[in-house]
C-alpha cells in the first residue's frame, strides 16, 4: 500500500518534498519510482530508484531538478522536485515492485499510490 503526500499549490521557481509512504510489505526489496500525468496526457515516468537506494534514474526532462532518494527504515520515498516551473503540473504518482532492478516501464510496475497533485502558477 502506498501513499503519496507532500503535493500543492507553489509558485514557479519554487520546490516541493513529496513522499511516498509505503506499508503492508518489505519497502527494503521494492525498486521504486515516481510517475507524472498532466491534464490530458499520459502518464510517465519521472524517476526510479533501486531498493537499497544505489541507483537511480531520471527522465533526460527533469534530471537537473528533480531528485529521488529512500529511507528504508521509514518506508518512505521522497521526490526533490526544485525550480518548479508550470509545465511541472501534474498528479504525481509512486510505484513500486519487488526488484534488484530499475524500470521507467509503467508496465513494470505492481503496486501504486493514488497520487497527490502539484500545481504550479507562473
Known amino acids: 500500500h502506498l501513499v503519496e503526500s507532500g503535493g500543492g499549490l507553489v509558485q514557479a521557481g519554487g520546490s516541493l518534498r513529496l513522499s511516498c509512504a509505503a506499508s503492508g510489505g518489505l519497502f527494503e526489496v521494492y525498486a521504486m519510482g515516481w510517475f507524472r500525468q498532466a491534464p490530458g496526457k499520459e502518464r510517465i515516468f519521472v524517476a526510479a530508484i533501486s531498493y537499497d537506494g544505489s541507483t537511480t534514474d531520471y527522465a533526460t526532462s527533469v534530471k537537473s531538478r528533480f531528485t529521488i532518494s529512500r529511507d528504508n527504515a521509514a518506508n518512505t520515498v521522497y521526490l526533490q522536485i526544485d525550480t518548479l516551473k508550470p509545465e511541472d503540473t501534474a498528479v504525481y504518482y509512486c510505484?513500486?515492485?519487488?526488484?534488484?532492478?530499475?524500470?521507467?516501464?509503467?508496465?513494470?510496475?505492481?503496486?501504486w499510490g493514488q497520487g497527490t497533485q502539484v500545481t504550479v502558477s507562473s
Open positions: 510505484a513500486g515492485r519487488p526488484n534488484i532492478y530499475l524500470s521507467q516501464d509503467i508496465a513494470w510496475y505492481s503496486s
